[in-house]
């Protein structure tokens, strides 16, 4: 029990050290504030949810006390929530077994476990994100207005100190930014949460901590109704007001779901392929370099879930049925 407790804080600890870090204002500082949940997320998958869990209300209750009540809630809402559930959605499973007539499953001599797939937790990701960064922006104020003339004002003050003479000239640039910057910052909140998690289950499974078998990620796919989602979050994009930030912001976080689903599909429909591994480094490559290919992969996620090409491909390499006599 005290190795336990004491892990707990350990985690928590780094966690908040990490937290804590952006407000030295150094470059450095930034990659360990979006590393933060790592710690807690792998005493989450490595020790139990519960681990996380007192080691993030350690790190919450002492940010509070050393930088007051906003961060305390901050870390609380941004890092140690995802990292517990997170961390419980992975070692979530149940027993599956042969079902007898009257629907009782019949004990296994060694029992099956399916656990939690991967595409819904990639939605929880989602769901993460989009909280992170409406809590975010509710901090800037409770109405469009203020939130968006908040984000010019801080957007040309830090134009100003870069080049005080293009300041001026950079109304246009800026309007831009600040209407798409709640999309940005949900696709950067995504991708640092789905690299947190993969990175905390990888320092498990090398450490022998991990109970879990690894799952097979070409198999991700997102529930059918978050397609249905994904179209009301479109449409109430085309509203006014805190309503379209808010869609916004949910429409970012789901397509940035079924690009991360588009990978899994790539990574199915290139199996036979002789050249897959220069085919796949090449695309991540791309993504990574530029960016905005990554519409591809969005349209691709999207396309396997109308049109099931992940389920064709691998029905297509089925060896053929034996002949019967």
Not at 122 to 127: E, N, P, R, S
Not at 131 to 154: C, F, K, M, Q, V
Not at 198 to 226: C, H, I, Y
């Amino acid at each position: 029990m005290m190795v336990f407790g004491l892990i707990a804080l350990i985690a928590g600890a780094a966690s908040a050290l990490m937290f804590a870090s952006i407000v030295s204002g150094a470059l450095i500082s930034l990659v360990l504030f979006y590393l933060a949940p790592l710690p807690l997320m792998v005493a989450a998958i490595g020790w139990g949810p519960l681990c996380a869990s007192v080691g993030g209300i350690a790190a919450a209750i002492g940010l509070g006390a050393l930088f007051g009540l906003p961060y305390c809630i901050a870390f609380a809402v941004t890092v140690a929530l995802p990292a517990w559930w997170l961390g419980h959605l992975v070692l979530l499973s149940r027993r599956v077994g042969p079902v007898t007539p009257d629907g009782v499953t019949e004990p296994a001599a060694e029992p099956e476990l399916e656990w939690y797939p991967v595409g819904r937790i990639l939605l929880w990701i989602a769901g993460f994100a989009a909280l992170t960064t409406i809590a975010a922006l509710l901090t800037l104020g409770t109405d469009a207005e203020t939130i968006i003339g908040t984000l010019r004002r801080g957007l040309m003050r830090l134009l100003r100190a870069t080049d005080p003479q293009a300041a001026g000239e950079a109304d246009q640039f800026v309007d831009v930014l600040v209407r798409v910057a709640p999309a940005a910052a949900t696709v950067v909140a995504m991708m640092t949460l789905t690299l947190n998690l993969w990175l905390s289950a990888k320092v498990t499974a090398t450490s022998g901590r991990l109970r879990r078998p690894w799952p097979d990620m070409m198999t991700a796919e997102l529930p059918p109704m978050t397609l249905v989602a994904l179209c009301i979050a479109i449409a109430f994009c085309f509203t006014g007001g805190l309503l379209a930030i808010v869609a916004q912001i949910a429409t970012a976080a789901l397509m940035m779901g079924y690009a991360l689903a588009g990978f899994a599909v790539l990574h199915t429909l290139t199996l036979a392929l002789k050249s897959r591994t220069f085919w796949l480094g090449s695309t991540y490559a791309v993504v990574v370099v530029f960016g905005w290919p990554v519409i591809a992969m969005v349209i691709l996620g999207l396309a396997d879930a109308v049109f099931g090409f992940r389920e064709r491909f691998l029905r297509t390499r089925q060896p053929p049925p034996l002949p019967t006599v």
